[in-house]
């Protein structure tokens, strides 16, 4: 398997621009997560989904978030519109009821850049 | 609060020296506890996962401790090569069927360590 795939790996843009980044999971994984990465407050949980359905997005920093699964083998974040405050690492990870403890893997991660 | 905190933030060692890297936590309730490594531009891989009744567990020159009574775990790195620079990440997971969630993981700042030839 190729692992958790990521798109594209980075993005530069401009504040008010709309950016989308995309997940593919591993196939057969069953939940999938996004996260945001900064130097400042490290890893956090953004929203996670269970066979599609969005379980918990309480850490969707606000209304500019919004997050998608429209299958089990896509995802979507999107910000719109952008600030320079998004500029951080997306990582978008996957895992499986059936592996124990649940456990993560992740993809390569979107540097995202808003200038 | 529920919250993971590591120490160092950064380590300089040199090649073949051993360290060891520390988390504590404060998670209830507590399901297990990982070690992930995270190279630089590249996504965090697990190391290690550890539950309640476990006290250590190896991957290699990785050896990672937990003592759940005083909610301390250790990362020790026995003869380390200059592929071990990157950050260590602790993150500890509250039990899903006692009020936590499967997205419930409590992860530390890291550990940024450098080995130097």
């Known amino acids: 398997d190729a692992g958790v795939i990521q798109s594209p790996r980075h993005e530069v843009t401009e504040m008010g621009q709309e950016v989308t980044l995309r997940c593919k999971p591993i196939?057969?994984?069953?939940?999938l997560f996004w996260y945001r990465q900064t130097m400042m407050r490290g890893l956090e949980l953004l929203i996670y989904f269970n066979n599609n359905v969005p379980i918990d997005d309480s850490g969707m920093p606000e209304d500019r978030f919004s997050a998608k699964m429209p299958n089990a083998s896509f995802s979507t974040l999107k910000i719109q519109p952008s600030e320079p405050r998004d500029s951080a690492v997306y990582f978008c990870a996957s895992s499986w009821t059936g592996v124990s403890y649940n456990e993560q893997f992740f993809g390569p991660g979107t540097r995202l850049t808003v200038l | 609060k529920n919250q993971v905190e590591q120490s160092p933030q950064s380590l300089i060692i040199l090649e073949g020296k051993n360290c060891t890297l520390q988390c504590n936590y404060t998670v209830s309730p507590f399901s297990n506890l990982r070690w992930y490594k995270q190279d630089t531009g590249r996504g965090p891989v697990s190391l290690t996962i550890?539950?309640?009744?476990?006290n250590t567990k190896s991957n290699g020159r990785y050896t990672a401790t937990l003592d759940a009574d005083t909610k301390q775990s250790s990362l020790h790195i026995t003869a380390s090569q200059l592929s071990d620079s990157a950050s260590y990440i602790c993150?500890?997971?509250?039990?899903?069927?006692?009020?936590?969630?499967?997205?419930?993981?409590?992860f530390g700042k890291g550990t940024k360590l450098s080995v130097k030839p």
């Open positions: 993150v500890v997971s509250a039990n899903p069927n006692y009020g936590g969630s499967q997205g419930n993981l409590i």
């Open positions: 196939s057969g994984h069953d939940y």
């Open positions: 550890m539950t309640f009744s476990e």
